[in-house]
């Protein structure tokens, strides 16, 4: 990794499915919120959840039948998890 890259995240199209909170996030990835940096399975509704366009109230947290988490915000977000940028429904990263 070199200076140019380093602290950076890169940013995750929304057809790339298999890491989107809308299809669902596994046990144990790590959301940025104002309490610091839980796993996802430690999320309740009312957490402010650290988005590209600032602290969002995570509005439901739905349990998926494969074990995956799927968050719910008021309108469609940008999130970071694990170290990346993460869509939630329809929104592209910027």
């Given at each position: 990794m070199d200076h140019a890259t380093l602290g950076r995240v890169r940013a995750v199209p929304h057809k790339d499915a298999a890491l989107s909170p809308k299809i669902g996030?596994?046990?144990g990835t790590i959301i940025l919120t104002l309490d610091g940096a839980l796993p996802v399975?430690?999320?309740?509704?009312?957490d402010l959840v650290i988005t590209r366009a600032g602290a969002r109230?995570?509005?439901d947290l739905t349990p998926?039948?494969?074990g995956d988490?799927?968050?719910?915000?008021?309108?469609?977000?940008v999130i970071y998890?694990?170290?990346q940028q993460l869509c939630s429904d329809s929104c592209q990263p910027h």
């Open positions: 996030l596994p046990t399975e430690y999320l309740c509704a009312g109230v995570l509005r998926c039948r494969s988490f799927r968050l719910e915000f008021d309108q469609p977000e998890a694990d170290g």
